[in-house]
């Protein structure tokens, strides 16, 4: 069944630009992309973003590099579409993501790893809504 989830393309990609590989690699997946902005994001709404970590020892780090430069946010749509991307991202830390991801292609190390994918059908919704208005998404 069609799903849609969000996706971030860090501005590491954006700075090494790969933001054209990563997007063609999405096509060729299946993603269609429903809607798109490039922003910076503030420090209010990387915290937000990222509120689930907060706690952690890497939240202020990943914040500091989340606003550091522009991002491509998108909404995709596919079937199976959180979980495809998340495949298709590999794992967190690109040392252990597999051969043929996209952090195994694209990312630097753990923090600056190329691209951002919800990880689950209830997180995509409440991330969708947090970049996309019902317009842009209908
Ligand atoms: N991150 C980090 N150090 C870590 C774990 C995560 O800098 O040890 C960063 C990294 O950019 C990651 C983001 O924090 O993508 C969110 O972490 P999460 O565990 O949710 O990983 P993801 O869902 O992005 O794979
Ligand atoms: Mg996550």
């Known amino acids: 069944m069609k799903q849609r989830t969000l996706t971030i393309l860090k501005p590491d ?6 933001c054209g590989a990563v997007i063609a690699r999405l ?3 299946g993603f269609q ?8 994001l503030s420090e209010d709404q990387a915290m937000a973003f990222y509120a689930v ?13 989340m606003t550091s430069g522009p991002v491509w946010v998108m909404a995709l749509e596919r079937d199976s579409a959180v979980e495809h991307l998340r495949k298709v ?7 252990k993501a597999a051969p043929g991801t996209l952090r195994q292609q694209f990312a630097s190390n753990i923090e600056r790893n190329a691209i ?15 970049f996309f208005s019902a317009a842009e998404l209908a």
């Not at 990609?13 to 790969?18: K, L, M």
């Not at 991202?89 to 040392?95: E, R, S």
């Not at 990880?119 to 991330?127: G, H, L, M, T």
């Open 89 to 95: 991202m590999g794992a967190t830390d690109p040392a």
């Open 33 to 40: 992309i429903l809607a798109a902005h490039m922003l910076r």
């Open 116 to 130: 951002h994918g919800s990880d689950s059908p209830e997180n995509a919704r409440i991330e969708l809504s947090f």
């Open 53 to 65: 970590h907060k706690d952690k020892p890497f939240y202020r780090p990943l914040v500091e590099f």
């Open 27 to 29: 096509e060729e997946e």
């Open 13 to 18: 990609t954006v700075a090494r630009r790969n």
